[in-house]
C-alpha cells in the first residue's frame, strides 16, 4: 500500500472509526469535535467550495468536486 494514496480498505477503515466515534456523541460540540479532528487526521475530507464534509468512502462531493487522491498523512 502506497503510503500517500487512500486505498480502498483503509478509506473503509478510517470511515468506520469515524462512524464508531460519531456514534458515541451525545451532543453538537463532541460532534463537532469529532469532526474537527477527523478532518485533521484525514479520516474525513471537506469539499472546499461548499465547506460539506464527507467520508472517506465518497469519492465525490454532490457538487461533482472529487475526493483529494492525497491527503496529508
Ligand atoms: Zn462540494
Redesign the pocket.
Known sequence: MSADTIEQDEAEARTAAVVALLAECFTAIERNAVTRVSLRAAYLWR??????D?YLTTE??????QRPSQLPA
Open positions: 469539499c472546499h467550495p461548499c465547506k460539506e464527507h465525490a462531493c454532490g457538487c461533482g468536486a
